[in-house]
């Protein structure tokens, strides 16, 4: 069973998650504003990651940070990925890992000041 490893709400009506696809299928993100009532999802598959962690700055700037499928590693898909999205989630860019960290797997991002 899929699991949201993370939430995150970075005002009263915007929320942050992640999923980890139950090593599956990869995961996803998804921020979720409620407007008159309504709920807004912007979904985003980062396969082949199991998403872990999220952390906002604000409503449409966060971080994510997910490890590969354990069947998925291979030498084209680093072992873990970060992921930062300044457009409320809509499209998330992988960000380069350092060489030297290749075996790092980040579970949880976190800032100073995002008053978690």
């Known amino acids: 069973m899929a699991d949201y490893d993370d939430i995150y709400a970075s005002s009263a009506d915007v929320v942050w998650l992640v999923c980890n696809g139950n090593a599956k299928g990869g995961g996803f993100t998804a ?10 999802a ?7 990651y199991m998403m872990e962690g999220v952390s ?6 966060a971080w994510a940070v997910g490890q590969n499928l354990p069947f998925f590693i291979s030498d084209k898909a680093p072992l873990s990925g ?3 999205t300044k457009d409320g ?7 380069k890992i350092l060489v030297d960290a290749h075996d790092v797997q980040p579970w949880k991002v976190s800032f100073v000041g995002t008053r978690r």
């Not at 989630?89 to 960000?95: A, K, L, R, S």
């Open 82 to 84: 970060i992921f930062f």
């Open 56 to 61: 906002a700055i604000n409503d449409d700037v």
């Open 89 to 95: 989630g809509v499209t998330w860019v992988p960000q």
């Open 42 to 48: 912007n979904l985003f598959t980062n396969d082949p």
């Open 31 to 40: 921020r979720v504003k409620i407007t008159n009532g309504k709920f807004e």
